[in-house]
């Protein structure tokens, strides 16, 4: 069983930064890409960014310039950092992970449940 268990979000003020967090635990053989993904209401779920295993990352033209995607492969954690927040960026993140789980061999998309930022003054 893998969960994936994200961290970090709040409401801020327009300009500021948050940091997540998401952890993916449980039996796990390999992680291959990370990401963050968003879903504003009545929107449809978008790509905000993305890692793989090897450190490349991609991501959406909206945020280049303002987020930076991280992630340490050995405590299986992929990190966004959100600089200079605007209230467009308000939204549920989620986390997501194509990982393989020990004994299965074939990889998967996982999902976290979702943490809420929010872009106010």
């Known amino acids: 069983q893998v969960q994936l268990v994200e961290s970090g979000g709040g409401l801020v003020q327009p300009g500021g930064s948050l940091r997540l967090s998401c952890a993916a635990s449980?039996?796990?053989?390999?992680?291959?890409?990370m990401g963050w993904y968003r879903q504003a209401p009545g929107k449809q779920r978008e790509l905000v960014a993305a890692?793989?295993?090897?450190?490349?990352?991609n991501y959406a033209d909206s945020v280049k310039g303002r987020f930076t995607i991280s992630r340490d492969n050995a405590k299986n954690t992929v990190y966004l950092q959100m600089n200079s927040l605007k209230p467009e960026d308000t939204a549920v993140y989620y986390c997501?992970?194509?990982?393989?789980?020990?004994?299965?061999?074939?990889?998967?998309?996982?999902w976290g449940q979702g943490t809420q930022v929010t872009v106010s003054s």
């Open positions: 997501n992970a194509e990982l393989v789980v020990a004994g299965l061999g074939v990889p998967d998309d996982y």
């Open positions: 449980g039996s796990i053989f390999s992680i291959y890409a």
């Open positions: 890692i793989t295993s090897g450190g490349s990352t």
